[in-house]
């Protein structure tokens, strides 16, 4: 089962395309959030509820909750509070940032960021054109817990690969560390999508563009 967690302007056109390429199942949810209740936003949910029930029956339950911005942190507390109080263990969270305000937007991408340290957390929007889909890999939304795990070691490892790829005995040995202790940190860094294998022999290693930019957020030691 899949809790669909919806940001609501005043058109319902991004939540159906959503529907439409998901698909739903029994058992199903739809979470709209809107910023103050408005006419427009008023009409659109009442729309998504009535396409839930014309397409889906009583198998697809549709909630509207609105949310109003006091503060950014308040904004995200209510949020998160609003999804971990509907989701249930282990089950499918996506978020689809396409539509509403700025604030509940990012306030919502936020939230998402907080919760997917707990569930499985999908993120997605669509430009403003509706031309593209944008979806974040889950890499980024796991990018918190990645860096507060990223200890000294793990770092230099990381700067080595910044400098070109590497097989992992010469990683090892330009460090001074012992190669298993290597070979943990880099395949923990491909788990964690900042590295990625080449192919070849010995089997190298490189950054991933998400790696490139996470390098660039430690400080640099003076040389």
Known sequence: ??????????????????????????GD?????????TPQSERAASFLS????????GDVAVELEEVRVAGFIELVHRLYGLVAARAREGERVVFNLSGGMRALCLAAFTAALLLSARLPVEVELETEDSSALVEVPR??????RTLSSTGRERVEVLAALSRGPRPARELAEKLGRDETTVRRH???LVESGLAETMGGRPKSYRLTKLGELVIQAFPREPT
Do not use: C, N, S, W
């Open 1 to 26: 089962m899949t809790l669909f967690v919806i940001t609501l302007g005043f058109e319902e056109k991004f939540a159906i395309r959503m529907i439409t390429r998901h698909g739903l199942d029994k």
């Open 29 to 37: 949810r739809l979470l709209l959030v809107t910023g103050p209740r």
């Open 50 to 57: 009535d396409f839930a029930k014309r397409y889906y029956g």
């Open 139 to 144: 890499a980024v939304l796991e990018l918190p």
């Open 186 to 188: 880099l395949q923990e």
